[in-house]
């Protein structure tokens, strides 16, 4: 196994990636939360959570903002990372 610069052995193979829970409420239906049908395997055409992965030299908030524009049309003005 080779490894690289820094001996972290799988560094390259690492990625990482969020996922957003949006909350919703109004009187007539309580408490919602936001899914959307997933497009990609695995589990395609499933519901999920939107979420995916972090880009490079992007921020986990750059990367959980581009993630709900992209799956679901959102723009956020409110996040708090849990």
Do not use: C
């Not at 007539?28 to 589990?43: A, H, Q």
């Amino acid at each position: 196994m080779s490894k690289t610069p820094h001996n972290y052995p799988f560094e390259q193979s690492m990625k990482l990636a969020t996922d957003a829970v949006v909350f919703g409420y109004t009187k007539e239906t309580g408490l919602s939360v936001l899914l959307i049908k997933r497009k990609i395997d695995p589990f395609a055409h499933q519901w999920a959570i939107p979420g995916g992965f972090v880009h490079n030299n992007e921020s986990l908030e750059d990367g959980v903002v581009r993630e709900l524009r992209e799956e679901t049309g959102l723009i956020v003005n409110y996040l708090e990372q849990l």
